[in-house]
């Protein structure tokens, strides 16, 4: 038992046609993050150099897209919208946590090692 796939993204709000022009939809909205993710790495604009929640504001942006293109990747292409619910929570947040975790342990292990090469010897008690 087949059945069709929504010709849709963004909930809707642009339709397609033909599974054909849906993929080259979606390989435009993913283009376009991508282009945007490599024009602020090499242009590295001083706006977004400032500090924020101990990291570079720029780098906030390259993970905020990151996960953005992983999700969509993951509800398109995987074709969680076509599931039930509690499956496309369970799949989503529990790799956008997972994500999130990985980040956190980076960061925390990068400024640990990054004070220890700076510094000298340094020891934390957690």
């Known amino acids: 038992m087949a059945h069709e796939h929504k010709l849709e993204i963004f909930r809707g709000l642009v339709k397609f046609k033909s599974n054909t022009q849906k993929i080259w939809g979606v390989l435009i909205f993913l283009t376009i993050v991508t282009v945007i993710e ?6 590295k604009p001083e706006a ?18 990151t996960i953005v293109k992983a999700y969509y990747i993951t509800w398109d292409f995987m074709h969680m ?10 799949v989503v947040w529990t790799a956008i ?29 957690f």
């Open 38 to 43: 490599v024009v602020l790495g090499i242009i």
């Open 48 to 65: 977004l150099m400032a500090s924020f929640l101990g990291m570079k504001a720029l780098n906030w942006i390259f993970i905020i897209l």
């Open 97 to 125: 946590f997972l994500i999130l975790y990985l980040i956190f342990i980076l960061l925390q292990e990068g400024g640990y090692v990054f004070d220890v090469y700076d510094d000298g010897y340094i020891k934390r008690d």
């Open 81 to 90: 919208r076509d599931e039930t619910k509690a499956l496309r929570r369970m």
